[in-house]
């Protein structure tokens, strides 16, 4: 299972809105034809990473699937944080 093939899927299953974690594993999952314990903390890893990466926005703690949500990021706050993380990153060294 290549890591770009779970993106591209869990991608797909993301929407605005958020959604639990746990819901997008087991879409995930089903339609990759995967439900081994492997294969689905391959999943939960790759949506750490999505985050990660600010592909998707999360709420809760991700290692909790059915107490954490995530959702497409809001291009709005995106580039909020985006602006914000500028801002402390160069209160941080000084300038």
């Known amino acids: 299972m290549s890591p770009e093939l779970v993106d591209e899927a869990i991608l797909a299953h993301c929407k605005p809105q958020f959604l639990k974690v746990a ?3 087991y879409y995930v999952a089903n339609k990759l034809e995967r439900s081994s314990e ?3 903390y ?3 890893d790759r949506i750490k990473a999505l985050v990660a990466a600010e592909r998707l926005e999360a709420a809760g703690n991700l290692d909790w699937w ?3 949500e995530v959702r497409l990021p809001n291009k709005k706050s995106s580039g ?3 602006a914000a993380r500028r801002r402390n990153e160069t209160t ?3 300038t």
């Open 66 to 68: 059915t107490y954490s």
């Open 23 to 25: 819901k997008i594993i």
């Open 80 to 82: 909020a944080v985006a």
């Open 38 to 40: 492997e294969a689905v």
């Open 92 to 94: 941080d060294q000084g």
């Open 42 to 44: 391959f999943i939960s």
